[in-house]
Structure formats: structure tokens, C-alpha cells
């Protein structure tokens, strides 16, 4: 029986795996671009501390490999008495770590933003989370949009990682396989696959994001 074969045979470990890859990337792509833009509004607040503060922890997650992070919530924690499965700490890492990201690109959005719009919102009576919430985020986010969809394509592809803490995503999956059967160039081949065309599917949302912003201005 071929490699190939043989994937096909246990397609349902694969797409479980791919399964468990999209639930990680879809929560952890919505919760850390909300997040993120919490976070934007301390980075660009008025307060000193709230803005040092933010950018303490910005900075100090883009100065983190991943794979460590990850490593640190797992297994780290539990020293410290706080207690997670697998499959929540890898959830709670691609959350927190990308929330960083999330939030330094959408304060370079909001930092480009032409002053005369947020001048005009304040003009019609629009203040403080009122004009934030009605007219800085939306245009922030349309701005921002080719860069949230390169990072949820890194969400998807640091999702991988958490193949390290055993989590049953698609890298799991494919690696279950090899080990198995011994196919390594079927198995990731199917799980390249599958990754690739949920990155194309991301690019596509992105695209249509794009035109809509296009038609906006």
C-alpha cells in the first residue's frame, strides 16, 4: 500500500487534526484582534502608565519565541499553581502572544489615521469612546486589514507549535500518521495541503476586505 494510500485510509485522523487547527485559529484570531484592539487604546491613551504599561507587554511578547511561550504556560504554570489542559494552554498562548501583534499593528493604523477625520467626528459631537468606537476603529481596521490577515496567517501557522504540548491539531495528526506507518512525505504533503488552503481562504476574506475599504474611501 503507497504513503498516499495509506493517508487516505486515515483521513478522519487528518481531519480531526484540521479540525482542531480551525477552532484554535478561529477563537485565538477573534480574541486576540479584540483584545489587540484593547490593547491599542492603552498603547495610544493619554496616560503615561497605561501606554508604558501596554507597551511592557507588547514588547515583551514580541521578544518571545512562541515554541517558549508555549513551553512556559505548560509547563511552567503548573509550578506556580495555575493548572491547564493541553488544548487550553495552547488556546491561552496563541491568544496572548498574538494579542501583542494585533495591537502594534492596529496602533500603526491608528497612528497614520489623517487627523481632519478625527477632527470632523469631534466636530459632529463625537468624544472620547464615542469617537473611538464610531470612527477611529472603523477606519483603523479597514486600514489594517492586509496586516490582521498576515497575522492570523501566522496564528494559523504557530498553531503547528502546539504539536510540542501534544495538542491534537494538524501537525499532530500528520505526525501520528508517519510515526505509525512510516509515510512522512504523504502524511505532511496532506497536512501542507490543508494548511495551504486555509491560508487562501484567509487571503481571499482579505482581498474582499480590501475592495470594501477601496469603495469606502
Sequence with gaps: MSGIDI????????????????????VAALASLGLGAVLTMALMARSRLARRLATLYVDSMRCMPFLLFAYLLYFGLPSLGIRMNNWTSGLVALILYNTAYMAELLRAAWSSLPKDNIEAGQAFGFHGWRLVRHIILPQ???AAAPMIGNQTIQIV????????????????????IQTTYFVPFASFVAA????????????????????RALVRR
Design 7 to 26: 493517508v487516505w485510509e486515515h483521513r478522519d485522523v487528518l481531519l480531526a487534526g484540521f479540525g482542531n487547527t480551525l477552532l484554535l485559529f478561529s
Design 140 to 142: 483603523v481596521f479597514f
Design 157 to 176: 501557522k504557530d498553531s503547528a507549535f502546539l504539536t510540542i504540548i501534544a495538542v491534537s491539531e494538524l501537525t499532530h495528526a500528520a505526525m501520528a
Design 192 to 211: 501542507i495541503l490543508f494548511y495551504w488552503a486555509t491560508c487562501m481562504v484567509i487571503e481571499l476574506g482579505v482581498a474582499l476586505v480590501g475592495r
